[in-house]
């Protein structure tokens, strides 16, 4: 993809979203309030459970684009910090805040500047004090490394230019141990990015979809393991909206070698009164230094 062909993509990407907030805000409204944007059984906020909608302010409803419903399958817990990647009208921002509680906080992080204005009046209508909104690329998330517990993201993933860079800064900002919870748009492993691109249009989540396989391997590329891609339901011949759950590793312990009785540290049966060089002519002192063991008494 050239410098040229990525930028307009990305631009292309912004005005439609920045297009659908100003929509929600001061465009086509229905009776009772501003209009859905998409009214779609594949795509918007029929993905949400009904009590989930009642429980928000309806632009951040009205304004949902995604293709699943990522705090259903995060498994959020009290206290928990998540980052959501494209966060769009905020919908599942204040979901997450409500999961995490007080004790906990939930970031959106969206590009579109409409998009970022709609979030705020939204969180400031349900009163959500757990929540920030952050102007940035997900390509370029502005956060600290090991710093958020989830990240979760709704058909938004399948939308950047970059998506190793994407993995990486994901990978990046979550704690040892923390995990991931997307929605995205997947590919069958059969089609050709031509094919995909017959079925849909970059902006409507298709032809910039990954495979089953390319996700994977992104995703183990960037470091991360236990990596589960399930499919929902269908969005197009061969292209499903499907659940995308990682985990990022938590640094190897290393092993305990001060009650060992086998061979360690150029010793046997170290830190007992019995241990002895496992190398008969060199001293115990003289093997534990030339093995760097940390047991030296």
């Known amino acids: 993809m050239s410098e040229q062909t990525t930028a307009d993509l990305r ?29 779609d059984d594949d795509f918007g906020s029929t993905l949400y459970a009904a009590n989930e909608r009642d429980a928000l302010p309806v632009a951040a409803v009205a304004a949902s684009l995604g293709c699943g419903n990522p705090t259903a399958v995060a498994e959020l817990r009290e ?13 599942d921002v204040l979901l997450s805040a409500r999961r995490v509680g007080p004790t906990g906080k939930a970031y959106g992080l969206d590009m579109t500047e409409e998009m970022l204005a709609l979030a705020l009046a939204n969180a400031a209508e349900a009163g959500a004090t757990n929540v920030e909104f952050l102007k940035g690329a997900i390509e370029a998330v502005p956060l600290p490394a090991n710093t958020i517990d989830v990240v979760i993201s709704n058909c938004v993933i399948n939308l950047s230019v970059d998506k190793p860079a994407v993995f990486a800064e994901t990978f990046r900002v979550l704690r ?22 017959e079925r849909g249009d970059y902006v409507g989540c298709i032809a910039g979809a990954l495979s089953f396989a390319e996700y994977r391997a992104g995703l183990e590329a960037a470091g991360f393991k236990d990596i589960e891609i399930t499919p929902t339901h269908p969005v197009a011949d061969g292209m499903h909206s499907a659940i995308v759950r990682a985990t990022k590793p938590t640094p190897a312990t290393a092993p305990d070698t001060s009650t060992t009785g086998d061979s360690c540290c150029g010793v046997t049966a170290c830190c007992t009164p019995g241990e002895q060089a496992a190398d008969p002519s060199v001293t115990v002192t003289e093997a534990k230094s030339a093995a760097g063991c940390g047991c030296q008494d």
């Open 11 to 39: 631009e292309t990407v912004r005005r439609r979203y920045a297009a659908a907030a100003v929509k929600v805000t001061g465009g086509g409204t229905a009776c009772c309030g501003p209009e859905p944007v998409e009214i």
């Open 79 to 91: 206290g928990e910090r998540v980052l959501d990647l494209g966060s769009g009208g905020g919908i």
């Open 176 to 197: 040892p141990g923390g995990r991931i919870g997307v929605s995205d748009v997947v590919a069958d492993d059969t089609l050709t990015t031509e094919q995909r691109a």
